[in-house]
């Protein structure tokens, strides 16, 4: 009874983790379209959630010293790269557009696997690649000769490659029961390491301030743009990301990642009721594709000889969001990544 009471929550949890990533980008594109540029609204997450999640750096404080290496590709590509990418992607975009591209995160990892590390991969993981293929052709229309932005599916593809590349990194190393790294530390000091190379890149000094005191349209109707950045902030980013360690450790990496599925589904109903942004009936079905593809792809992911650099256990790829964000951001991960249980870091939307 208690086990069954115990998993209850634990979904729960999930989908609350899926519903706050999934927002993210529904309620930073209004910021954007006031005139903020994308990566100062990534520079205003990143760096409000790291100021956030600063008691727990210090309390983990002892991981700069034994993963440097897992703190810097967390912060450079699950938190820098991905939220970035899907920042700038929304911008030209639908948001379920460019999410939906992240998720080939997955697939990538496969394709990495099977060409230039030369190890096979399962005839299902096979499957769910062409299936992720598939359904991102039907969600850019490529019969109507790709009639998205261009520029903007790259970006939404580059989030998808940040994500990939964390995974690889993470594939090397080894660790055991007293090296493992704590998710939430590690989350703590990829946001700093993510907030450092952001304040380089996006020049927050040059930002209008003063658009953040304004009104945003959203939907049709005003909403004071301090409340957006507010849940981009605390919900979308640090609630997000403590409720996905948390689900994990209720569930499994597995059964949670299925739940984080709903994420994408959750941004493009937002995204269709508040921006107005409506899918059509073949790219509703490829999203479908793209998400069964990239739980499959994630599910049949061969294992790396050595453990991954955050623990023990095996680094999955695709918890959709890192997503992430990654941590799946844009994003997304992360976002994007979600954290995984015991030390273990799976992926997904790096706090897209």
């Not at 903007?152 to 593809?157: D, E």
């Not at 599925?261 to 059509?280: F, I, P, Y």
Request: proline share 5%.
């Amino acid at each position: 009874m208690q086990a069954t009471s115990g998993r209850k929550s634990g979904l729960g949890i999930a989908l609350a983790s899926a519903l706050a990533f999934g927002g993210s980008g529904v309620a930073a594109k209004p910021l954007i379209e006031a005139g903020l540029d994308p990566l100062h609204v990534v520079w205003l997450r990143v760096t409000g959630a790291a100021l956030v999640m600063l008691p727990l750096a210090w309390r983990h404080r002892d991981l700069v010293r034994r993963k440097p290496v897992l703190l810097l590709g967390f912060g450079l590509l699950a938190v820098a790269g991905v939220q970035a990418f899907y920042f700038a992607s929304i911008s030209r975009i639908p948001v379920g557009v460019a999410l939906l591209v992240e998720y080939l995160g997955p697939a990538l990892v496969l394709g990495w696997i099977r060409f230039v590390q030369r190890r096979p991969v399962t005839r299902a993981a096979a499957v769910g690649v062409v299936l992720a293929v598939t359904g991102l052709a039907c969600v850019v229309e490529v019969w109507a000769g790709l009639s998205f932005d261009v520029l903007g599916l790259l970006l939404a593809l580059g989030a998808a490659c940040c994500q990939a590349c964390y995974f690889i990194l993470a594939d090397h190393g080894s660790g055991d029961e007293e090296t493992r790294a704590d998710p939430l530390g590690v989350i703590a000091y990829g946001l700093l390491v993510g907030a450092a190379v952001l304040t380089v890149v996006a020049r927050p000094w040059t930002m209008d301030a003063g658009l953040l005191g304004d009104t945003v349209t959203m939907g049709g109707g005003e909403v004071q743009a301090w409340l957006l950045l507010g849940w981009v902030v605390l919900i979308a980013t640090v609630f997000a990301y403590v409720t996905g360690v948390v689900s994990v450790r209720k569930l499994s990496p597995q059964v949670a990642g299925v739940v984080a599925c709903l994420e994408a589904v959750v941004a493009t109903v937002l995204a269709w009721v508040l921006l107005r942004e409506h899918l059509s009936l073949p790219q509703i079905v490829g999203g479908a594709l793209v998400l069964t593809g990239a739980f499959i792809a994630q599910s049949q992911a061969p294992k790396a000889p050595s453990g991954p650099v955050a623990s023990g256990g095996d680094v999955r790829a695709g918890d959709p969001a890192a997503s992430r964000d990654g941590v799946h951001a844009g994003d997304p991960a992360p976002a994007g990544l979600r954290p995984g249980a015991e030390g273990e870091l799976s992926a997904g939307r790096p706090g897209a």
